[in-house]
């Protein structure tokens, strides 16, 4: 459709200054992001891959509008950014306000952003979108487990009919048994709404699933950016040659039943 | 899923809810009117004259004293801690919400304020306006200001680092939302716990004060004026200084416990352990 | 055959009233490393804590725990601690909170060797740098002299392996040793334990929910769920041939790293891990699971000699 990506992040750069350690010590600096190139397309799905520290988190930040960049410019071409663009984080207590219901959360940000909606109609269709039950909507965060808690914060980031959907480790804090669900829920969601999708995750596995294509960042740098299948057979990084060489993989798996 | 509530709670509770009884009945009823002056009856042991807790050195009822004396204390604590809330839970709030300078003014002025005593601060507002109840007032919940600052703000800080927080910047909720609608019903159970502390204090720097003839005039019941009072008398009726030392005791001991209870069982930890079995 | 490093017999651990670990038998084989897995709440850190004699306080742990022809459980608390730290030791899954943060690094590795071995100071410092090259900590003369803090997590990390192995245990267990880690540095970590275990032919119990690291390093496996095994046996006979339909659901429900899957979707396990105290009577899958009958509540003994099964409805 339109030429220029919906996001485009030329040479940004985030740097970010440590409390001083002395009086007469200097503060020090730590470059959290450092010349990042991005661009995202609509319905694109990216992963962001790295070890903590690597700047993933910081350049998430970044997107979502947060914080401006202290170099390089981050574009976004869509209508408004604050609308299209939310995010869901790592572990699901952190991120809903405990003193508040599941309908004030979800609803929040539509309140927020002044938006015309019928709030109950919006709000039972993004319960059932994201799977919980319309009993949920007058109880608290604490009634529920750690995958309805994520489920709760994927409602309140489609609220607002985002574009964009930023998920920072939306998996790893969940139970082993439970990540299936909120994986396939986030693969759903994206293909119903035509989300674009950028993950942070440290597992590999999880962002080959749900991206097409992967950045590697190391020390604040994008070292490698290339489609999904292409960068598990032929990275050209030395760093991500030793990611992918560090992937614990499943040396036996069950035979898929029935029988193919 | 019921849990038993902490006994200080409950101890706490019954203390401060007596006094809240006794201070409600007596705007309406006391024994006697607690300045009625009968110099012929002074020092009246207990019973005697038909006075139940006997009677003070200018002859007045006692019990009517202590009842009345009750109002006075209740005021001076709501007073105190609404001021003290007031102004200290928005400049603890903003210094959460906005941190840098405005953060460091905050806490550098509450560390000046801090080290003055309450009662030091007091004592230079008696010498500076005229002593008296608002005076004390003015002054304890004045100097209750930077321990709510600072309280709000430590636990303001943590709530601020959540990522809900974050979340709601990143569709735009302003300082006033935040502050309003995540930060203040997250720090609530602390200012409860610590405006039932502060109550105690104040009850006792009243108390304190106006035994030094700081704080409450003569003319109007308070328990640290009848103890100061009683004090010329001890020897000919020392239970006239026993009475409102117990009452002082006994009301800053409810509120101490009342405090210790609400945090027990606010406590996040708690709460989180009671959700976890 | 030698006789089993470590027999556990009917252990349960009683948090108050509820029972965490509900009965659990499992025997650890001389020089073999087995994976323990298990999800929150399934009671496998309970488990290594009553073995180690680390419960918290409050949490009782009961039945037989066997080590050396001697219940552990019936030991007095100083034989108890005379074997801790020296015949059985372990690893923590945060080695900041682990490590006293005011002591040296060079002391905390020579701690268990005083204690135990009753080395002198210099004996112990010099056993202790041998140690952090074994564990190959860089610059291990400087590192001896470092705080906990001044040493990255990987390093930390490897700081308490050179710990659990100062004084050559018998048995050592690793309580999800790598999950605060990196995956690049997770991976040297779980082959410098590997090494050393082989080398030392220490028993390794390997506690973790990931079941990658448990088939990459471990011979043979026991999955836990709601405080009961359910199911255990040699890595790759219970990996590629589970038989309990929570085994198969785990191993499913990881997306596998190699290929894509042709729609997209993965197989989920419905339901949540319940919290403790709320498994159902019975099985405690049967509530999740897809084969569950009337029987499924009375829970099933464990049957089977070389890959047992607690299940009524075991896959074939």
Not at chain 2, 154 to 175: C, F, H, I, K, N
């Amino acid at each position: 459709m339109s030429s220029s990506p919906l996001f485009e992040v030329r040479g940004v750069t985030k740097r970010y200054r440590l409390p001083r350690t002395s009086v007469f010590a200097r503060r020090r600096e730590i470059v959290a992001v450092s010349r990042v190139d991005l661009d995202l397309n609509d319905s694109d799905s990216l992963g962001l891959v790295g070890d903590s520290g690597a700047g993933k988190s910081t350049l998430l930040r970044l997107l979502l509008g947060l914080e401006p960049p202290d170099e390089g410019s981050i574009r976004y071409q869509g209508e408004w950014r604050r609308r299209e663009v939310q995010i869901v984080f790592q572990d699901p207590t952190r991120a809903l306000d405990p003193r508040m219901t599941v309908a004030e959360i979800v609803l929040e940000p539509l309140r927020v952003l002044r938006l015309r909606e019928p709030m109950s109609t919006r709000l039972s269709e993004l319960l059932d979108a994201v799977g919980l039950p319309r009993a949920a909507a007058d109880r608290y965060p604490h009634e529920f487990s750690g995958g309805q808690r994520q489920r709760i914060a994927i409602a309140r980031a489609l609220a607002p009919r985002p574009r964009v959907l930023l998920a920072d480790e939306p998996v790893s804090a969940l139970d082993v048994s439970v990540r299936a669900q909120i994986l396939n829920l986030l693969h759903d969601l994206r293909d119903l709404y035509g989300l674009a999708l950028v993950l942070v995750s440290h597992d590999l596995s999880v962002v080959r699933h749900l991206c097409d294509r992967i950045a590697v960042m190391h020390r604040g740098e994008v070292v490698e950016q290339q489609q999904t299948q292409s960068l598990f057979t032929a990275p050209t990084h030395p760093y991500t040659v030793r990611l992918l060489e560090a992937i614990p993989r499943l040396r036996w798996r069950p035979s898929p039943r029935p029988s193919e | 899923m019921r849990r038993r509530l902490p006994p200080s709670l409950l101890a706490g509770g019954v203390l401060v809810a007596l006094v809240v009884l006794v201070a409600v009945v007596a705007t309406i009823w006391t024994p006697r009117n607690p300045t009625q002056v009968d110099v012929v009856r002074r020092l009246s042991g207990i019973g005697q004259n038909g006075f139940l807790l006997g009677s003070d050195q200018l002859g007045r009822d006692e019990l009517s004293l202590l009842m009345a004396g009750a109002r006075t204390t209740l005021l001076v604590g709501v007073v105190t801690v609404v001021i003290a809330v007031a102004v200290g839970v928005p400049l603890g709030g903003l210094a959460a919400l906005f941190g840098g300078a405005l953060e460091e003014a905050v806490m550098r002025v509450s560390d000046v304020l801090l080290a003055f005593p309450a009662l030091v601060l007091a004592i230079l507002f008696a010498a500076v306006f005229r002593p008296g109840t608002v005076t004390a007032m003015a002054a304890i919940g004045i100097a209750f200001v930077p321990s709510f600052a600072r309280v709000v703000r430590g636990a303001g800080l943590q709530v601020m680092e959540q990522d809900y927080v974050t979340v709601a910047r990143g569709w735009g909720s302003g300082p006033l939302r935040l502050m309003v609608r995540h930060l203040l019903p997250n720090v609530g159970s602390v200012i409860i716990v610590q405006a039932t502390v502060a109550f105690a204090i104040a009850i006792l720097a009243e108390a304190s004060l106006s035994y030094l003839g700081l704080g409450t005039t003569p003319g109007t019941p308070s328990w640290g004026l009848m103890l100061a009072e009683a004090q010329t008398y001890l020897a000919q009726a020392p239970l006239l200084g026993v009475w409102p030392g117990l009452c002082i005791g006994l009301s800053v001991l409810g509120f101490s416990l009342l405090g210790d209870g609400i945090r027990d069982l606010l406590d996040p930890r708690l709460v989180e352990r009671m959700a976890q079995t | 055959m030698s006789a089993p490093a470590l027999e556990v017999r009917g252990l349960q651990v009683l948090v108050g009233e509820t029972e965490a670990v509900r009965g659990v038998d499992f025997t650890l084989e001389q020089g073999a490393r087995t994976g323990l897995i298990g999800e929150s709440g399934s009671g496998k850190t309970l488990t290594a804590l009553a073995v180690m004699d680390l419960l918290p306080d409050g949490l009782v742990a009961r039945g037989e725990i066997w080590y050396r022809g001697r219940d552990l459980l019936r030991l007095s608390e100083r034989e108890r601690s005379r074997l801790r730290g020296d015949r059985l030791t372990m690893v923590f899954q945060e080695p900041l909170s682990a490590l006293d943060p005011l002591m040296r690094v060079g002391d905390q590795v020579a701690e268990p060797l005083r204690l135990h071995r009753r080395l002198s100071r210099t004996e112990a410092r010099a056993r202790a740098r041998e140690l952090l090259e074994r564990v190959q900590l860089p610059d291990p003369v400087e590192r001896l002299r470092a705080y906990p803090h001044q040493l990255s997590g990987g390093q930390r990390q490897r700081v308490m392996i050179a710990m659990a192995v100062a004084c050559s245990p018998d048995i050592l267990i690793a309580d999800e040793p790598t999950t605060a880690l990196d995956v690049t540095v997770q991976a040297e970590i779980l082959a410098l334990l590997e090494r050393l275990v082989r080398e030392e032919g220490t028993t390794l119990l390997l506690i973790t929910h990931d079941l990658a690291i448990v088939s990459q390093v471990c011979d043979q496996v026991l999955v836990m769920y709601g405080g009961r095994i359910v199911e255990a046996g040699p890595t790759a006979e219970v990996f590629s041939h589970p038989r309990h339909p929570y085994t198969l659901a785990l191993l499913e429900a990881i997306p596998p790293i190699d290929q894509q899957l042709p729609n997209g979707r993965l197989t989920q396990i419905p339901g949540a891990v319940p919290g403790l105290g709320e498994f159902p009577s019975g099985c405690p899958f049967r509530t999740r699971c897809l084969r569950e009958t009337s029987c499924c509540s009375t829970m099933p003994e464990m049957a089977g000699t070389s890959h047992p099964v607690a299940c009524w409805h075991p896959l074939s």
